[in-house]
Structure formats: C-alpha cells, structure tokens
C-alpha cells in the first residue's frame, strides 16, 4: 500500500493538450510538493502547499499550474508544454513543511510532451 | 557551486564489498540531512535519516562531518540488491536540496 498515489503513471500529450496530473495522500500530512525529476538532473521543487496555501513557487513557467483543494488532494494542471517538459513528475507529502521532516513520494507520473 | 553535491558514478562493486559514498552541501546552517534510494523507474524511498552522532542501521551508516561540510554513507556486504541510485539530501531555508544522486552497480 503506498501512501502517496499518484495518476496517471504515464501520459504522452501535445504540446497544444491540456492534461492535469492528480495525487492524494492517505497520511494526514499537512504539507504537499510537487517535484520535477530529469535524467540525471536533482530533483527540481516546483511548488509547495503547506495547510493547502501556497508557500513556494520556484519560478515555474505559468504552463504548470497547481491546484490543492485540500490537504489531502494536489493537482498539477498542464497546458501547451514544451517537449523539455518530458521528465518524471513526483508529488511528495510531508507532516509539515520545514527542517527535520522526511518526504514521501508518490510513484510519479512519465510524461512525454510530443 | 551546487548546494548539494555528490559523485555520479557508477560505482561498480563486487557482491559482499564495503563501499562509501560521499556528499557535499554548501550551505553551512543547514541542519536536516537524510539518504534516499531510488530504484531504476520508481519513487526516491527514505533510506536513513543523518543524525549529528552519525547512525547506523544494519549494514548501513550514515555520518555527518559539519566541519568540512559532507554527509557519508556507508555500506557493508553489499547485495545484488542494493543497486539502486542514492539520493543526499540537506536542507536550506525549509527546503529539502537534493543532489543529483550516485548510481551504485553491484555486481555478482
């Protein structure tokens, strides 16, 4: 059972599409992060909802744009992305925002930008 | 300089080998420090925590030297499956900074 899912695993679009990634958490957590995982590049922090407000914007182009209804709930919603948008999108939950506290992942979602 | 460094690799190491990894953070008032393990295609997992005493579990140990500023990891009787890429993650200003991760390939 994992605590963080996310759909769908894997999705090819359009550059002209508009797709939206989903992930919910089953741990209570208060914290909730979206990641950008390219080969062999770092992890790259898009955005954080922290108590479902927005606390970090890592200057992401305007054609991601996140969505957390709650605290449970974040979504990812794309449009006219760009074939450089073809990475592995990992949402991550954490009890809170800040120092000491490890995150867990969801399996991510592959997506190719055609 | 990146804030969070580590070797690439691979690391090609026979089954039953001790090998180390190390990692470098930048940003001296950083305090949280863990090691991930992310398999080929999958999720980073949480593999220890890095405390100040430095900590082991099982066949792992992780230290941190805040004097020159890196986190090690440590592996003994390594496994087939152990292969996996390891994720140093420090923290700066209440964000978790990851490196770009150290293939490790261990062979039989």
């Known amino acids: 059972e994992t605590g963080v899912t996310q759909t769908p695993r894997h999705l090819v679009m359009g550059m002209t599409n508009k797709k939206s990634l989903k992930c919910e958490q089953h741990l209570g957590h208060n914290a909730m992060y979206w990641y950008k995982q390219s080969a062999k590049k770092p992890l790259e922090l898009m955005f954080v909802y922290n108590f479902k407000e927005q606390t970090e914007n890592n200057s992401v182009p305007s054609r991601f744009s996140p969505e957390c209804p709650n605290s449970s709930h974040l979504f990812l919603h794309l449009h006219t992305l760009q074939p450089e948008d073809s990475a592995l999108y990992l949402c991550a939950s954490s009890p809170t925002r800040g120092r000491y506290t490890e995150a867990f992942f969801g399996q991510g979602t592959r997506l190719t930008v055609v | 300089r990146k804030e969070v460094e580590q070797d690439p690799g691979p690391f090609n190491v026979p089954e039953g080998a001790t090998v180390a990894f190390n990692c470098t953070y930048s940003n001296s008032a950083s305090q949280s420090f863990f090691w991930y393990r992310q398999d080929c295609r999958k999720e980073p997992k949480l593999l220890m925590s890095v405390y100040s005493s430095g900590n082991e579990d099982g066949r792992f140990t992780a230290q941190l030297n805040r004097a020159s500023q890196y986190i090690s990891l440590l592996i003994r009787d390594s496994k087939l499956s152990d292969s996996a890429t390891y994720l140093c993650?420090?923290?700066?200003?209440?964000?978790?900074?990851w490196g770009a991760g150290t293939k490790l390939i261990i062979k039989p």
């Open positions: 993650v420090g923290d700066s200003n209440y964000q978790l900074i």
